[in-house]
C-alpha cells in the first residue's frame, strides 16, 4: 500500500472545514503536515492516525463525563 501525499484542499473536504482552518490548525502542527515549494502537504496514512487518535480521545472524553 502506497502512502497518498494529500494537498490542503483535498484534507479539508472531508473534515468539512474550510481551507483556511486546516491550515491555521497546520500551523499549530495539527494535523501532521510538511510544505513543498510552500504548500502544505498531508499524508494520508498520518492523517488517518490524527484523526483515529482524536476520535478515541473525544470518546474517552464523553464516557468519563
Known amino acids: 500500500m502506497t502512502d497518498e501525499i494529500l494537498t490542503l484542499p483535498e484534507v479539508a473536504q472531508p473534515l468539512k472545514v474550510a481551507e483556511k482552518t ?7 502542527r495539527e494535523p501532521p503536515a510538511f510544505k513543498v515549494g510552500g504548500q502544505w502537504r498531508f499524508r494520508r496514512m498520518a492523517l488517518d492516525a490524527w484523526i483515529d487518535a482524536k476520535t478515541r480521545r473525544a470518546a474517552g472524553e464523553e464516557e468519563s463525563t
Open 22 to 28: 486546516v491550515c491555521t490548525m497546520t500551523q499549530k
